[in-house]
Nanobody, 117 residues
Framework: VQLQASGGGLVQAGGSLRLSCAAS????????MGWYRQAPGKQRDLVAT???????NYADSVKGRFIVSRDNVKNTVYLQMNSLKPEDTAIYFC????????????WGQGTQVTVSS
């Protein structure tokens, strides 16, 4: 499974961005998909995940501002980020847990999101 993220960039505080991440797979079943982020000097933290059936999980810091969604036909996960804050500045990594005989986690290459004050 290969993940290709896009949509990062520079935005002013209060603005919006939409991230996309497309998964290329052969026979694997994609289970959870989602996003993590890593700010300079900090660990990688959960932002939001979504199950194959559409159940979502959000970090407290983004609840009410970010929306995660997925298209199971296109094998793509999205992150709509609204009311962005400077503290949202980080590299955003897309993620999926896939299964084909065994379960394994996969990560995308990361996309930079910078929010200016």
């Amino acid at each position: 499974v290969q993940l290709q993220a896009s949509g990062g960039g520079l935005v002013q505080a209060g603005g919006s961005l939409r991230l996309s991440c497309a998964a290329s797979r052969s026979k694997e079943r994609l289970n959870d998909m989602g996003w993590y982020r890593q700010a300079p000097g900090k660990q990688r933290d959960l932002v939001a995940t979504i199950s194959r059936s559409g159940s979502t999980n959000y970090a407290d810091s983004v609840k009410g501002r970010f929306i995660v969604s997925r298209d199971n036909v296109k094998n793509t996960v999205y992150l709509q980020m609204n009311s962005l804050k400077p503290e949202d500045t980080a590299i955003y990594f897309c993620y999926t847990n896939a299964w084909w005989g065994s379960s394994r986690d996969y990560w995308g290459q990361g996309t930079q999101v910078t929010v200016s004050s």
